[in-house]
């Protein structure tokens, strides 16, 4: 069974600060990795996602990952936040085969940009 | 192209009534599911759908039915409400085999007193 873990509930940052959320992953099998974003009173919306090949993958609006597999890591970043930036992030994996593309999610990250 | 849609947006409902979500796609997407959400838990799969005629469990399926008798709807019944179902409830959609990003609905807020 695969599980995600997203190490801060909440990351407080300034405007223009840089900012990383954290996520772990445990699976027996090889997995897709994902990083969905839910702005407030939305749905999720997809940002990046690892499938093969290189390990950094980058979305449009300057957030990347990198998948780190001997740490079972797929943490993401952005150099530099606006307050637009200010939303709910998820973490989640599914199996490279079978398994129907279940999505398992961590339990979320609230990132919060103050001016 | 409106993507996925849910009905209804909001809904309060007494403990033991009953209620429908419909979820529909206008994308063909041949896989649907329903997650709850709740706060500190993520999402959890409740049930998917392979294919219309076809549905199975999922993380949480307990207290849920579903139906996917036309392929662009998905339909999650509650039979008897309880307060621990209060949740958000969202629907997505995948293209099939070889696709890997699901497409969210906008959720449904459900409330039960």
């Known amino acids: 069974a695969q599980s995600v873990t997203q190490l801060d509930s909440q990351v407080p940052v300034f405007e223009e600060a840089p900012v990383e959320l954290r996520c772990n992953y445990s699976?027996?099998?090889?997995?897709?990795l994902f990083w969905y974003v839910q702005y407030p009173n939305q749905g999720l919306q997809l940002l990046l996602k690892?499938?093969?090949?290189?390990?950094l993958v980058e979305s449009i609006n300057g957030f990347e990952a990198e998948f780190n597999k001997s740490q079972t890591s797929f943490h993401l970043r952005k150099p530099s936040v606006h307050i637009s930036d200010t939303a709910e992030y998820f973490c989640?994996?599914?199996?490279?085969?079978?398994?129907?593309?279940?999505?398992?999610f961590g339990a979320g990250t609230r990132l919060a940009v103050h001016p | 192209n409106a993507g996925v849609t849910q009905t209804p947006k909001f809904r309060v409902l007494k403990t033991g009534q009953s209620m429908t979500l419909l979820c529909a796609q206008d994308?063909?997407?041949?896989?649907m599911y329903w997650y709850r959400q709740d706060p500190g838990m993520g999402l959890r799969l409740i049930h998917y759908?392979?294919?219309?005629?076809?549905?199975a469990k999922g993380e949480v399926p307990d207290g849920y039915n579903v139906s996917r008798l036309k392929k662009q709807n998905f339909l999650l019944g509650l039979e008897s409400a309880a307060p621990s179902q209060t949740s958000v409830y969202f629907c997505?959609?995948?293209?099939?085999?070889?696709?890997?990003?699901?497409?969210f609905g906008p959720g449904t807020r459900l409330t039960v007193l």
């Open positions: 989640a994996v599914s199996r490279t085969s079978g398994g129907y593309n279940k999505l398992i």
């Open positions: 699976s027996s099998v090889s997995v897709y």
């Open positions: 759908s392979v294919g219309e005629g076809t549905t």
């Open positions: 690892y499938l093969s090949g290189s390990t």
């Open positions: 994308m063909n997407h041949e896989y």
């Open positions: 997505a959609s995948r293209p099939g085999r070889g696709w890997n990003e699901q497409f």
